[in-house]
């Protein structure tokens, strides 16, 4: 085996090691969040004032759905992915992933899938145009030509997550080190391993629903439409029975990352982990099972809008577990605030508000008033951007000096966490508002009593995008040089990836290390 | 539990890049094609998928005999198959699903019962049936509806029945095939694995014949409605499969055949094929069951 990385290009078209394949992952996750970032920000100027100024409502609709898409599928599932690369193998002493050169197949196919999915903007009548849930008919029957090919990128990328989450089972169960027993890893992997779970249940299902798409647009089929006897509601029920698994597949790494932050700054182990591991699992098991709260208005019988409720309400239990034991770890600890530190509390207060808000809408009957207005916008923001993206970001500080061997600058990160925090806050906390008030989602246009929410709104969007030229221009000038990190990094933490030095060697535990 | 000291990770590849280029001129061109494009991208990255995936197989395969795969990494390619297989599970379980709630809440509420019963003021006349014959648009504008039903179904005591018998037989053959090759019997590996994959074929043969009679005869067909809708996805799928593991048992028998490859006591390759092989069956048993016989 060599000991250091190929020198040039094609050192990352052929690699097979996962820690080049998880700095790909990681790199092409920013790009995209940049892009989808930038969708964003269309959208945002749009809402700045009511009436049309920049955009027609025909390509705000292309901006919604691909800003959807491009955070969904090309921001946050690979940023996870390429932290899983680079940190599980560290994290059970093992040489490398289990599978390595699939490992690298399931990264080149995203850069593809997306340069496919773009591509759409500049095809005949545009990008898909339906939402990032793609409801039929909308995507059938009144889809632009361009659906044909948005539905192959799906098809692609789920190929990718799917050979992606087989690769981290077979990592997670097969090469741990001697001695690591499964109530031994640290949550991050076990958070990655039931994610991993998840993926290759639902993205199956996913790949199922895009073919019965194609089928009704192209083949004749009757699945969404009720003249041939089927039904349209068919899609939403297949689409979420995906779509809300994969809302977890978004959040669940999230835990595990911020359940390795707290102890490191609290300076205490965390609370409660076996608690932790259960809960992450319940949490994944509800989550098949409550796939209707996102349909409650579209007509349902009243048996079903009843166990869709209080199965949904029963999330909270196993989340108030992980919300709980985060606030016990770092109640009496000695704390400090390095960056990492900063976005993972700040991930715990924004992320349980999201969870509030989500307990909001699982009330059936109220739902009928929020459905499908900016207080959901409000809510799955709250859950993603300090949830997902924070976390995300955390990670990244955390282990930035691990993989680099230098230590960030830690007040330009400081300055960082606090544009983006004030920025996210301003931009989703008065969408509630005027959610709670009744101005619709996805539209381009809204009546005048909106309009100071919204200029609020779009003038915190512009903020928290800046603010991550700031983190894009830490990270390199962190690649670059600066001051040179310990092995240990931090002060004392706990884990098998502060045991080797930093940077990380290319090749790390080619000998498995004993864990007592 | 790692016990071994030494995981083969294998140097830089070229492979995955090359499967990269085919797959993704699989999708693109697909695309191209159903758009009315050319379909020559589709092909092109159909044939460069194959290559790569030759390829590929040679150069794990040649790990194998040259020793470098310890049980370890060879448990590695175990949990890779098992799980592989699972989301195929789930990939149909998505068109049963389907089929389950079009019969149980779709078609009742559309023919004016239960619940969500005053669907049926947009369709009316329209009655709930199984096998649906009248469409729901053929039941308000009748002779001038775009979707019209079939006017017959696949008997399931026919070709159905037929094909449950050699595919169910097919997973006991190449049962006998795997414990010949156990015991180190080539000559019995190589002839009950033979059968398998002649069975394999004759099933194709049949189902190829249920087809053309579905469209022939008896007007069924994707555009006929629901219920041709869900009857050619899920055994066209299953199909699809059928023959993809026809491809990886044949070549499972060449591989035995012409260069002697697997031994008693190393054959995963083989034994992938065998589990994906045993997972066809069990789809067909749910098939024949929910799809022909609870179908007609």
Same mark, same amino acid.
């Given at each position: 085996m060599a000991h250091g990385p190929k020198p040039g290009f094609t050192r990352w078209l052929y690699t097979t090691n996962h820690k080049d394949i998880g700095s790909m992952y990681l790199w092409f996750s920013f790009a995209m969040f940049l892009l989808g970032g930038c969708m964003a920000l269309v959208i945002r100027a749009e809402l700045?004032?009511?009436?049309?100024?920049?955009?027609q409502p025909g390509f705000f609709n292309q901006m919604t759905t691909m800003h959807g898409l491009i955070m969904v599928f090309g921001a946050v599932m690979p940023a996870f992915v390429g932290l899983a690369n680079w940190m599980v193998p560290m994290m059970i002493g093992?040489?490398?992933?289990?599978?390595p050169r699939m490992n690298n197949w399931s990264f080149w196919i995203l850069p593809f899938a997306f340069a496919m999915l773009v591509s759409t903007l500049f095809m005949e009548g545009g990008?898909?145009?339906?939402?990032?849930?793609?409801?039929a008919p909308l995507s059938?029957?009144?889809?632009?030509?361009?659906v044909t090919f948005f539905i192959f990128a799906v098809h692609i990328m789920g190929a990718s997550s799917i050979m992606g989450a087989i690769n981290i089972v077979a990592t997670i169960l097969n090469m741990?080190?001697?001695?690591?027993?499964l109530m031994k890893m640290p949550l991050f992997v076990w958070t990655w391993l039931i994610t991993a779970y998840l993926l290759i249940a639902v993205m199956p299902v996913l790949a199922g629903v895009v073919t019965m798409m194609l089928m009704d647009i192209h083949?004749?089929?009757?699945?969404?439409?009720a003249a041939g006897g089927?039904?349209?509601v068919l899609f939403q029920h297949v689409f979420w029975f995906f779509g809300h698994p994969e809302v977890y597949i978004m959040i669940l790494p999230a835990f595990g990352i911020v359940s390795a932050i707290i102890p490191t700054f609290a300076r205490k /182990?965390?609370?409660?982990y076996s608690s932790m591991v259960y809960a992450t699992a319940s949490i994944a098991f509800l989550s098949f099972i409550v796939w209707a709260h996102h349909m409650f208005?579209?007509?349902?019988p009243i048996a079903g809008e009843l166990f869709f409720m209080y199965a949904t309400m029963l999330i909270a239990v196993p989340t108030g577990v992980k919300v709980f034991n985060w606030v016990t770890t770092m109640f009496r600890g000695s704390m400090t605030f390095e960056t990492p530190m900063l976005f993972s509390i700040a991930f715990v207060i924004l992320f349980t508000i999201g969870g509030f808000s989500g307990l909001m809408l699982a009330i059936a009957p109220a739902d009928f008033q929020y459905h499908d207005t900016y207080f959901v916008v409000a809510h799955f923001h709250y859950v993603l951007v300090p949830g997902a993206i924070f976390s995300i970001t955390a990670g990244v500080y955390y282990w930035l000096p691990k993989w680099t061997g230098n230590m960030y600058n830690e007040s330009m990160g400081k300055v960082h966490f606090w544009l983006a925090f004030v920025g996210l806050n301003v931009t989703f906390f008065p969408m509630h508002f005027v959610g709670l008030a009744g101005m619709p989602r996805r539209i381009p246009d809204y009546a005048l009593q909106f309009a100071d929410f919204n200029q609020i709104a779009s003038v915190g969007a512009f903020l928290f995008g800046a603010a991550q030229i700031l983190f894009l221009f830490n990270v390199i000038r962190t690649v670059r040089g600066g001051k040179k990190a310990t092995d240990?990094?931090?002060?004392?933490?706990?884990?098998?990836?502060?045991?080797?030095?930093s940077p990380a /060697?290319?090749?790390?535990f080619s000998t498995p290390p004993v864990v007592r | 539990m790692a016990t071994e000291s030494s995981y083969y990770v294998p140097e830089q590849s070229r492979l995955p890049i090359f499967a990269t280029i085919g797959i993704f001129l699989m999708a693109f061109g697909a695309a191209t094609w159903i758009n009315g494009g050319s379909s020559y991208i589709f092909f092109a990255g159909s044939l460069a998928m194959a290559t790569v995936l030759w390829f590929w197989f040679a150069a794990v395969i040649k790990e194998n005999m040259q020793g470098l795969n310890s049980d370890q990494l060879k448990r590695s390619y175990v949990w890779g198959m098992g799980w592989f297989i699972f989301s195929e599970v789930m990939f149909f379980a998505a068109f049963f699903g389907a089929l389950y709630y079009i019969r149980t809440f779709t078609l009742p509420w559309l023919g004016g019962?239960?619940?969500?019963?005053?669907?049926n003021m947009l369709w009316e006349g329209f009655q709930n049936t199984?096998?649906?014959?009248?469409?729901p648009e053929q039941a308000v504008s009748?002779?001038?509806?775009?979707v019209v039903g079939p006017k017959g179904i696949i008997d399931p005591w026919h070709l159905p029945l037929i094909n449950t018998v050699l595919l169910l037989a097919s997973s006991v053959t190449v049962h006998i095939a795997h414990v010949y090759l156990k015991k180190g019997n080539r000559k019995g590996f190589n002839g009950w694995l033979t059968a398998t994959v002649a069975l394999g074929g004759a099933f194709l043969f049949f189902q190829i014949e249920e087809y053309l009679e579905a469209y022939q005869?008896?007007?069924?067909?994707?555009?006929?409605?629901i219920y041709g809708t869900t009857f050619f996805m899920l055994t066209g799928f299953h199909g699809a499969h059928v023959t993809l593991g026809t491809i990886m048992l044949l070549i499972m028998l060449l591989r035995s055949v012409?260069?002697?490859?697997?031994k008693p006591d190393d054959h995963f390759g083989f034994e992938a094929a065998t589990w994906y092989w045993h997972f066809v069956d069990v789809v067909w048993v749910g098939l024949f069951i929910f799809v022909y016989v609870l179908g007609a």
């Open positions: 700045f004032q009511p009436g049309l100024q920049i955009v093992a040489p490398d992933m289990a599978l990008a898909p145009d339906f939402g990032w849930t793609f409801y059938t029957e009144y889809a632009p030509p361009s741990r080190a001697p001695g690591m027993t083949f004749g089929t009757s699945f969404f439409s089927g039904d349209p /182990p965390l609370f409660g208005t579209v007509g349902m240990e990094v931090w002060e004392n933490p706990e884990g098998l990836e502060w045991s080797v030095p /060697p290319y090749h790390t | 019962e239960g619940d969500r019963g005053s669907s199984w096998p649906l014959m009248v469409t009748g002779d001038a509806a775009k005869h008896l007007g069924l067909t994707l555009e006929s409605g012409i260069a002697n490859h697997f």
